[in-house]
């Protein structure tokens, strides 16, 4: 992905619990961190962020992004993130709405937005979420301009435009990319 001109390397991490799917763990992201010196984008798709939070540090993460839907209170797991010493996104499933994230906006450095169910790659972009996104941007404009909305789930050259319209800032790409006959086009099509 270094090659195809990526910004950063997002990870997926799935537990078996938060959602069905389990992928990889700490062992395999340190050996990557190891072999790149990309940017780790870390999405924590797991039912106990806090208890691993400091292991994902330690194997290389530069960010870490936990659901919303996961914890009871957010924002001592943002707290506890910054205190490791690197950035902290929270993300929302589909059928969390834009609002509930509103409370802990000038505490993040990004939300993250899924415009899939997470869990499984290759699946179709929902374009119900672009309202989401666009909410959350117009909340974040007076309160934190900083702020960066990344978008999670089905991009594409064409699904990427509509949610940088938005108001995304941060699209992440899977099967879009990994597909092509040329990643290297496949990313200069989606900036
Ligand atoms: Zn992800």
Redesign the pocket.
């Known amino acids: 992905m270094e090659l195809a001109g990526a910004d950063m390397l ?1 990870i ?1 991490v799935m537990d078996g619990h938060f959602v069905p799917n389990i992928s990889l763990g700490v062992p395999v992201l340190a050996s990557l961190d190891k072999k790149s010196d990309m940017f780790m984008d870390v ?1 924590l ?1 797991i039912s106990d962020p806090a208890k691993y939070a400091s292991a994902f540090v330690k194997a290389g993460a530069d960010l870490l992004t936990f659901h919303l839907e996961a914890v009871d209170k957010p924002d001592e797991i943002i707290d506890l993130i910054h205190r490791l010493g690197v950035k902290a996104g929270i993300s929302l499933k589909p059928a969390t709405a834009a609002k509930e994230v509103f409370p802990y906006l000038e505490q993040v450095d990004l939300v ?1 937005v899924m415009t899939v169910e ?1 869990g499984f790659g290759g699946q179709r972009f929902m374009s119900d979420m672009l309202p989401k996104i666009s909410s959350i941007r117009k909340e974040a404009e007076a309160r934190c301009p900083s702020l960066h909305i990344q978008v ?1 789930g089905g991009i594409n050259a064409e699904t990427g435009k509509l949610c940088a319209a938005a108001g995304a800032d941060i699209l ?1 790409a899977g099967s879009h990319l990994f597909g092509a006959d040329d990643p290297h086009s496949a990313m200069e099509c989606l900036r």
């Open positions: 997002h997926d999405h798709m993250l997470p999670d992440v």
